[in-house]
C-alpha cells in the first residue's frame, strides 16, 4: 500500500514526501536508513544530565524525566553496541502498543540500544516532533520511551513505561531498526 504524507506542524512548517510504502497499514516509512555508530562503552547516568542545553558538550540534557526513567535506566552500561540503520516511522492512526509491536515483528526486533536513542536525539531529532523507542533495561526487558522537547528548558522530556494503551496518532515518530 502506498500513501503521500503531507501534514502541517505545530509550527506551520510544511512537510511533504515521496509516496511510500505502509507497513501493515499503520506505520510510514518517513526517513531512509539513518546511520548510528557503534559505540564500545556507554554508561547511561553519564550520557544524561539534568538542566538547559547550554555547555552540556555531549550529553543529552534532560528537562524532567520520569522516575520511571531514572529507576530503570540510569544504572544501564552497554558494552560494545554495534552500529544500526535505523528506521524513522509515522504512526497513521491511534493504536494500542501490541499491533505497532507486531508491525515492527516484536518487541526483541523492534528494541533499539540506549545509547542510540541518546544519539538519535542529540544529533537527529527534529525537536518539534515527540518520538517512541523500544528500549531493554538492565534486565533485557524491553520499555517504551517517549521524548519530546522541552522549548522553554531546551531540554528533553523523557519518559518510560511497560506497555502503552494507546499511541497517539501524528504525534509521535517511532525509531526502530530499518530491517524488520
Given amino acids: 500500500m ?16 515521496a509516496p511510500r510504502e505502509t507497513l501493515g497499514g499503520l506505520l510510514l516509512d518517513i526517513s531512509g ?11 547511561a547516568h553519564e550520557g544524561f544530565t539534568f538542566g538547559t542545553g547550554d555547555n552540556v558538550g555531549d550529553k543529552l540534557p534532560l528537562s524532567s524525566p520520569s522516575e520511571n526513567f531514572v529507576s ?16 524513522l516511522r509515522r504512526l497513521l492512526q491511534c ?5 505497532i509491536l507486531s508491525v515492527l515483528g516484536g518487541r526483541d526486533r523492534a528494541k533499539i540500544a540506549l545509547v542510540h536513542m541518546k544519539m538519535f ?7 518539534t516532533d515527540a518520538f ?9 526487558v524491553i520499555w517504551s520511551v517517549d521524548a519530546g522537547y522541552n522549548f522553554s528548558r531546551q531540554a528533553w522530556n523523557i519518559d518510560a513505561v511497560r506497555t502503552k494503551s494507546v499511541v497517539m496518532l501524528d504525534v509521535h515518530r517511532i525509531l526502530s531498526p530499518a530491517e524488520l
Fill in 2 to 17: 502506498l500513501a503521500n504524507t503531507f501534514r502541517r506542524s505545530q509550527t506551520s512548517r510544511v512537510v511533504t514526501r
Fill in 33 to 43: 536508513p539513518i546511520d548510528l555508530p557503534s559505540a564500545g562503552r556507554f554508561v
Fill in 72 to 87: 530503570v535506566f540510569f544504572d544501564l552500561v552497554e558494552e560494545d553496541v554495534r552500529p544500526v540503520a535505523v528506521t
Fill in 95 to 99: 493504536s494500542a502498543e501490541e499491533p
Fill in 121 to 127: 536525539l542529540k544529533e537527529r531529532a527534529d525537536k
Fill in 132 to 140: 517512541l523507542f523500544y528500549v531493554a533495561d538492565k534486565r533485557g
